[in-house]
Antibody, heavy 120, light 112 residues
Framework: QVQLVQSGAEVKKPGASVKVSCKAS????????MHWVRQAPGQGLEWMGV????????TYAQKFQGRVTMTTDTSTSTVYMELSSLRSEDTAVYYC?????????????WGQGTLVTVSS | DIVMTQSPDSLAVSLGERATINCKSS????????????LAWYQQKPGQPPKLLIY???TRESGVPDRFSGSGSGTDFTLTISSLQAEDVAVYYC????????FGQGTKLEIK
């Protein structure tokens, strides 16, 4: 079955970087866009950006421009999201979510989430 | 950016009764070329990732019970649960995917 499995929880100090992985299985990896969405404690969903695993083209939310990098490794069907210059407000659960085969599609499959805690 | 606004922020409904959640977008999410609305609804239970319920404003995702229905077009949309079940307690989000992704702030649904 289609599945997205994310890496484990992370604790980082302010100013550091974090890299979260999302391993896909059960479908053709390069055929579907992958989004990253985060959720701060007790808050709503915030879209961070999207990557097309076929070619690696990315689009980032303006809020995260310059701090976020999304990459793929097609040999392992894994997508990565790296966020730099971490601050306490970046404490959140980070989700990868599979979009559609086209750019305009809802997210039908989600990873389990990765809690990133930023604390000194 | 398209702003999505849900109402109400929270809602308490008796078991077996109808629950209605509204969502308004700051600009139309109707694609004129194919007459499709790029609007989805998600359900999120505590400690779980969101689950896609409805896409295209009114198409139920596979496996979603038919008590869930979506309606609306352009800028105004509604999610209706026709007969509330205990397992429907969750936070519900609307989302536009007309231009990248934007989510509503969420509506918390509880049992009265």
């Amino acid at each position: 079955q289609v599945q997205l499995v994310q890496s484990g929880a992370e604790v980082k100090k302010p100013g550091a970087s974090v890299k979260v992985s999302c391993k896909a299985s059960g479908y053709t990896f390069t055929s579907y866009y992958m989004h990253w969405v985060r959720q701060a404690p007790g808050q709503g969903l915030e879209w961070m950006g999207v990557i097309n695993p076929s070619g690696g083209r990315t689009t980032y939310a303006q809020k995260f421009q310059g701090r976020v990098t999304m990459t793929t490794d097609t040999s392992t069907s894994t997508v990565y999201m790296e966020l730099s210059s971490l601050r306490s407000e970046d404490t959140a659960v980070y989700y990868c979510a599979r979009g559609g085969s086209g750019r305009l599609a809802a997210a039908g499959v989600w990873g389990q989430g990765t809690l990133v805690t930023v604390s000194s | 950016d398209i702003v999505m606004t849900q109402s109400p922020d929270s809602l308490a409904v008796s078991l077996g009764e109808r629950a209605t959640i509204n969502c308004k977008s700051s600009q139309s999410v109707l694609h004129r070329s194919n007459n499709k609305n790029y609007l989805a609804w998600y359900q999120q239970k505590p400690g779980q990732p969101p689950k896609l319920l409805i896409y295209g404003a009114s198409t139920r995702e596979s496996g979603v019970p038919d008590r869930f229905s979506g309606s609306g077009s352009g800028t105004d949309f509604t999610l209706t649960i026709s007969s509330l079940q205990a397992e429907d307690v969750a936070v519900y989000y609307c989302q536009q995917y007309y231009t990248l992704y934007t989510f509503g702030q969420g509506t918390k649904l509880e049992i009265k």
